[in-house]
């Protein structure tokens, strides 16, 4: 391992190697850093990936488009939804079909309480990473909320597999509308709580503020998406930019910041969170009557060619590529995750920083491991 | 039936444990034994393995509403030898599996091991067309509770959680728990 280190990075009598993982709690899953530590500061960091490499990708190739959806939900569990999504919406694209509006709204408002869901569980796990246990609590009470109401209308808590290329598996419950009302009542009165708990405390500001930049021009020049991007001012929002379902129809504001540290990418979600819900409070009421699914034959083929469809998860844009040869499997299916292009700034913001504050920028990046490797 | 007369493979469910343990046995050695067993059953420290989703359902365990701290499973550690008992959360593949062999190994006597989710236990959704994902943990090490479910809800888990407290308590201390298993 030192071998292949010093063939990449020049190591010195000063500096030494420490591996940061596999198994880690800060690296929120099966991460492994090769960190290069002259004395405390981080020189070089290398991230090395693929311990929980499953070969989704292959596995596509042997799988109709129907069973696929169920595989996109095992590489980012945290937005399972927009997983789903975005290869329904490549398929649909590739068939041309127009799905009815009732699927568009329901689609998007599962989208942003995936979203917010997910932020919540990204807002525990960076103040436990920071040290304060109680944001563990107060975050994952708030999910359980949200988890219901997946529960009630799609069945799985995590997973939720209900979108299906040409709509939704099933309509969804009665009680799902003043369900997401009574959530948006309560979680607007609990997210001022989030702020007096972390967003003050001068520890988390401390540890953040001025904490691994991230500059405008590397932003764009490797591909970062997301939240991560925006706080550092690349204006990369595919609901805004590109809108699919019925993001055309609602009015938000896309979060931009220009400092680019850890603080700013924190900020940058917790304001996303805030638009998540003034988006379902325009969506919740508007639900159009009519099919839950287009007409779909039981085995689709889609025509030959090359098909690229992107969505904006809660880690960035997911672009999925299809190609294929008329058969009802994909030639070859490709996945672009957000994390796995944000992880290749992790080197250049880590550097020159203390290893402590490496767990604080890496836990500001909110990766989800399976993403990266697939 | 003497408890020797069984091969190690056949103790697996509970009941027959059960069965076998309120068969009696000398007074002093069934006191140390319930002693300590119950110590042992009552702070099962888990360690933070979770590679993928279902190590989300086991955070959601941990959380308010579901609260594994009831049962004194709460101190998740995240170094393994402080640790007695492994979940095996997420896909093992053969990239990690010699990984999580050496967390096992770096364990200490008595220990655990709880395989959730449809991954953990046969590869899952995994199975059929993957070339990389090792079908079942079991290949590495030796598993206590499976849990089915892709992912598990945490009732699933809480449920699991109180087998692997029955089978604690049928534990003695004369014989040791088989904790080797040979490597693929």
Partial sequence: ?374 | MGIRAFKNDEFKDNDTLEQFKHKGGNIILTTVDGLINWGRKNSLWPLTFATSCCGIEMMAFGGSRHDMARFGFEVYRASPRQADLIIVAGTINTKMAPVLKRLYDQMADPKYVIAMGACAISGGPFFLNSYCVVRGVEHVIPVDVYIPGCPPRPEALMYGMMQLQRKIETETVLHKKDTVKEYL
């Fill in chain 1, 1 to 374: 391992m030192t071998e292949e280190i010093s063939s990449v990075v020049e190591v010195d009598d000063q500096e030494y190697i420490i591996n940061f993982g596999p198994q880690h709690p800060s690296t929120h899953g099966v991460l492994r850093f090769v960190v290069n530590l002259r004395g405390e500061v981080v020189k070089n960091l290398q991230p090395h990936i693929g311990y929980i490499h499953r070969g989704i990708e292959k596995m596509c190739e042997k799988l109709t488009y129907q069973q696929i959806i169920h595989l996109t939900d095992r590489m980012d569990y945290l937005s399972a939804h927009m997983n789903n999504e975005a290869v329904c919406l490549c398929v649909e694209k590739a068939l041309d079909i127009e799905v009815p509006e009732r699927v568009k709204y329901v689609r998007t408002i599962l989208d942003e309480l995936n979203r917010i869901a997910s932020h919540q569980l990204w807002w525990c796990s960076f103040g436990m990473d920071m040290g304060g246990q109680t944001c563990y609590f107060y975050g994952l009470r708030d999910r359980e909320k949200i988890l219901d109401i997946f529960e009630e209308t799609c069945g799985g808590r995590l997973l939720l597999s209900y979108n299906t290329p040409g709509g939704l598996m099933w309509d969804i419950h009665p009680n799902f509308q003043q369900r997401i009302k009574d959530f948006i009542k309560y979680f607007r009165k609990k997210l001022p709580e989030y702020d007096k708990i972390l967003t003050g405390n001068v520890i988390l500001q401390e540890r953040t503020k001025g904490i691994g930049h991230l500059s405008l021009e590397d932003a764009i020049s490797y591909g970062v998406t997301g939240p991560t991007a925006r706080a550092s001012g690349f204006s990369c929002d595919v609901r805004k930019n590109y809108p699919y379902s019925a993001y055309d129809k609602v009015d938000f504001k896309e979060i931009l910041y220009t400092e680019g540290d850890t603080f700013h990418r924190y900020l940058a979600r917790m304001e996303e969170m805030r638009e998540s819900m003034k988006i379902l409070e325009q969506l919740v009421d508007n639900i159009p009557a009519g099919d839950f699914t287009a007409k779909m034959k039981p085995v689709v083929k889609l025509p030959e060619g090359e098909y690229f469809q992107r969505v904006e998860t809660s880690r960035g844009e997911l672009g999925v590529y299809i190609i294929s040869k008329g058969d009802k499997f994909p030639y070859r299916i490709k996945f672009r995750s957000p994390n796995f292009c944000n992880l290749a700034t992790m080197n250049l913001m880590a550097s020159g920083f203390k290893i402590a504050d490496l767990i604080a920028i890496s836990g500001s990046m909110d990766l989800v491991i399976p993403d990266i490797d697939r």
